[in-house]
């Protein structure tokens, strides 16, 4: 897939049209990796500026999916389990080895038996025909460059990746992907209305019934203030913290107590160290909090914001090394059923 077929993906409602993919030869995918900046010019647009302009790999799109939901404390988590040698650098054959563990696990679900399926799967969706008893010293020799590792590692995939650049690209990605949401109903203003924020705080969740949520932002917002995109980004970067704050919120829940706007602040910043302005969490009070009794409950909040942080997937990722392959290797059916129809309909390196 493409870098914009990626952010299609992430910040549409629903998959598009497939659209009509051509295979590349050798020299077009040489070209676009020519082109591809190198990690120290990453920015919040490497996406949208790549456009067309580049490759991803599935197990890359499997990847940079996690990076959406993950807070910024676990980025050092992320960076250490690719930094297999401990030398706090991360070079191009620890990238790759990784890659190959999230690629066998992926195998594993497979049905036993139908290895032409397989193998007919593998060349879709990873673009080369390999045994699943390949040695992982010998990945390098097998795949074929990508935009990822061309960004990371140089196009002579000699370069290392320390951890400040690796904590900018996450921080980029998270950014970039929330400045696409945020302009799509800023229409060039500073602000969106606080009923846009509500539409976009549904979105991906199993609330059925939105009608009901807008209509609080109506009736008990009545003069617009708007929210800035400060303030919408801080909101996710708390809601990519919600396993934290959860446990302060069950606190209370234990106790049969709802919670209220001067808690909730304090339990985000407990948890988190992320201050929310007064007027972002009395907004999202006014969305969540169905009864009007201006108290948040955990069960009007933290269950529909869990679909929301995680974009559709199946299971809230858990942090930590054996959460963090269970988040990599989940994906929600929608996506992956549309990434397959639309593999099959091409050869990805040509």
């Not at 040698?85 to 049905?111: A, H, P, S, T, Y």
């Amino acid at each position: 897939m493409t870098p914009y077929d990626f952010i299609q993906s992430v910040t549409s409602d629903a998959p598009k049209r497939a659209k009509k993919w051509r295979s590349l030869s050798k020299q077009e995918l040489n070209q676009i990796l020519i082109e591809t900046p190198p990690v120290w010019k990453g920015s919040s647009k490497l996406f949208r500026n790549l456009r067309e302009k580049g490759l991803i790999s599935y197990t890359e799109y499997l990847f940079l999916l996690c990076i959406l939901t993950k807070p910024h404390a676990g980025f050092k988590i992320a960076f250490n389990m690719f930094d297999t040698d401990g030398n706090e650098m991360v070079d191009k054959k620890e990238f790759l080895v990784l890659q190959e563990i999230f690629r066998k696990k992926n195998e594993k679900r497979e049905r036993k038996g139908d290895e032409e399926k397989r193998t007919m799967l593998r060349l879709q969706l990873y673009g080369y025909h390999t045994s699943t008893n390949s040695r992982a010293d010998d990945i390098s020799s097998l795949l074929s460059d990508t935009t990822l590792l061309v960004h990371f590692f140089g196009k002579k995939g000699k370069a290392e990746l320390n951890f400040d650049d690796f904590y900018r690209f996450m921080d980029n990605l998270q950014t970039e992907v929330l400045e696409i949401e945020f302009l799509s109903y800023s229409n060039g203003m500073n602000t969106i209305s606080e009923e846009d924020f509500a539409h976009i705080l549904l979105r991906y969740t199993n609330v059925e019934n939105t009608s009901s949520y807008l209509e609080n932002v109506r009736c008990r917002i009545p003069e617009e203030k708007g929210i800035t995109f400060d303030e919408f980004r801080s909101f996710f970067q708390f809601l990519n913290n919600l396993e934290d704050f959860a446990i302060a919120m069950q606190m209370y829940n234990f106790a049969n107590r709802s919670i209220g706007q001067d808690e909730f602040k304090r339990a985000v910043y407990v948890a988190t160290g992320l201050k929310l302005s007064a007027h972002l969490v009395n907004t999202v009070f006014k969305i969540f909090d169905v009864d009007r009794d201006d108290q948040l409950s955990y069960k009007e909040f933290i269950g529909i914001m869990k679909d929301r942080l995680n974009r559709g997937f199946r299971e809230t990722p858990k942090y930590g090394l054996k959460g963090y392959y269970v988040c990599v290797t989940t994906v929600t059916s929608k996506h992956l059923r549309e990434l397959w129809k639309q593999f099959r309909s091409r050869d990805m390196l040509g």
